[in-house]
Each structure stands twice: as structure tokens, then as C-alpha cells.
């Protein structure tokens, strides 16, 4: 008897089948490789920041900012205008204050006769006194001339009588310097504002935490350096009364 012919089975063989399932688990397998490998960069780099600047730990539980950090922080640092307890005339008195200030410091120099000597104007880092170079020291020098201290009396005096911050800038003229004692400008400029410093702390027993002493050398002309008269005008010293509603790197 004969054998029947083993019937053909149609379609595609079965182990196509386990090859294509096999195929597709791999497919899914590098693609989440490859979603888990794309970094955020914005995430990543706020990550990066919180090594920089430890701040961040003490707003966010975490160093990734909120989804909506303005709830959180709502919370914990509640918005003055909502209760009503914030006034504008708070702000506006403060601006009004330095206002003031510059008047009576104006009329001070006045009648202490001072107006010729020391310059007061207003900008927005507070009141600005300006005394030239030839009415503290000698070309070249941060030791303060004996005439000098009379006038730094008074100037203490007025610092004596408020609480603000005080900045006191030394500027000289684009001519070089170089001594023992001040190799550049930069020396000779932060010496000179040192010694302003240090007398009127010593001669009115001003608190010395009021007081910051900045050297900018040639840096900040206020006329070009390019005549005798300019040249005077830019070495100069900077007494500056800050208002405290103006607080900045640049003040301070």
C-alpha cells in the first residue's frame, strides 16, 4: 500500500513565529535602553547648579525646581499684599528719607562751609559725597594731610547722626604708579579709601561693620584723562551713604 503524501502546510513556517516574537522583545528592549539614556537638559543642569549654590536645599525638598514652586513657596512665605499688612507709603517713605537726607546733607556742608570742598548728590545707590584728592592727601600718597582731618570731623559728625551703610571708593587718574608701597593704582586707590575709613572710625567712634573700603584705581573716570584739570578731577575719593532700599553687588 502506499504511503499518502504528507500534506504541505500552508503560511509561513512555524518557527517564524518564535523568531518574530523574539525580534520584537529585543526591539523593546533597546528602546527603552535608549529612553532611559536621553537626559533631560534642563533637569541635568539645575542638578548640576546645586552643587554650586547650596540655597537650593533650603527652598526645594529636592534640586529639581516644583512643577509649581509658586504654591510651595506661597505657603511658606505668604504674599504681604494678600492680608493687607503691606503699605506702600513704607517704600515710598524710605525713597522720600534719602530725598530728605540729601537736603540736610546738602545744607550741612553749607554751613560748615564745606560746599566747596566736598560735592553731595543723589543717585540710586544713596547720597554721593565726592572730596578731591587735594583736599586729603598729596600726589601720590594715601596719609591723610593734616588739613584734611578738620573737614573729616564734620564728615563724621553726619555719619554719626544715621545708620546707613557707607561705601567709601578710592579713583585715581590713568597715570601709572609704581613704589615699594604701591605697586599700581589699585594699591594707592584702596589705601586712600582705608585711610578715610580708619580715621573717621577712630575720631567719632564710628562702628567699623558700616564700613566698606573699595580701590577701582583708574577704572571709573568721570572725565577723560586727558587734560591736567581732568586729571584732577578724577582722583578722588567717594563717600557713599547707601539706601537701604538699594542693596547690590554693585553698592556693596
Do not use: C
Not at 65 to 93: K, R, T, W
Not at 137 to 161: N, Q, R, S
Amino acid at each position: 500500500m502506499r504511503r499518502r503524501k504528507r500534506q504541505e502546510e500552508k503560511g509561513a513556517p512555524k518557527w517564524m513565529v518564535t523568531f518574530s516574537d523574539m525580534m520584537t522583545l529585543i526591539l523593546v528592549f533597546f528602546i527603552l535602553l535608549f529612553s532611559m539614556s536621553v537626559v533631560d537638559a534642563q533637569k541635568f543642569r539645575a542638578i548640576a547648579d546645586s552643587f554650586q549654590q547650596r540655597q537650593v536645599f533650603e527652598f526645594f525638598p529636592s534640586v529639581i525646581d516644583l512643577e509649581n514652586p509658586s504654591e510651595q513657596i506661597g505657603e511658606e512665605f505668604p504674599n504681604p499684599y494678600e492680608d493687607g499688612s503691606y503699605d506702600e507709603s513704607e517704600s515710598d517713605a524710605q525713597e522720600y528719607d534719602m530725598d530728605e537726607l540729601l537736603i540736610e546733607v546738602q545744607d550741612f556742608l553749607v554751613e560748615n562751609d564745606l560746599n566747596e570742598l566736598i560735592s553731595a548728590t543723589r543717585d540710586d545707590r544713596g547720597v554721593v559725597l565726592v572730596l578731591q584728592e587735594r583736599t586729603l592727601f598729596e600726589t601720590a600718597e594715601a596719609v591723610l594731610i593734616d588739613t584734611a582731618m578738620p573737614f573729616l570731623d564734620k564728615v563724621g559728625t553726619l555719619l554719626a547722626t544715621i545708620p546707613n551703610m557707607v561705601k567709601v571708593e578710592g579713583h585715581t587718574d590713568s597715570r601709572p604708579i609704581s613704589n615699594f608701597r604701591y605697586p599700581s593704582n589699585w594699591e594707592l586707590s584702596g589705601a586712600r579709601a582705608s585711610s578715610v575709613i580708619r580715621y573717621l572710625i577712630d575720631a567719632k567712634e564710628l562702628d567699623p561693620q558700616r564700613f566698606v573700603a573699595t580701590g577701582y584705581g583708574d577704572t571709573r573716570p568721570v572725565v577723560p584723562n586727558t587734560t591736567v584739570d581732568n586729571l584732577r578731577l578724577n582722583r578722588r575719593v567717594v563717600i557713599v551713604i547707601s539706601d537701604p532700599t538699594h542693596a547690590s553687588d554693585e553698592t556693596f
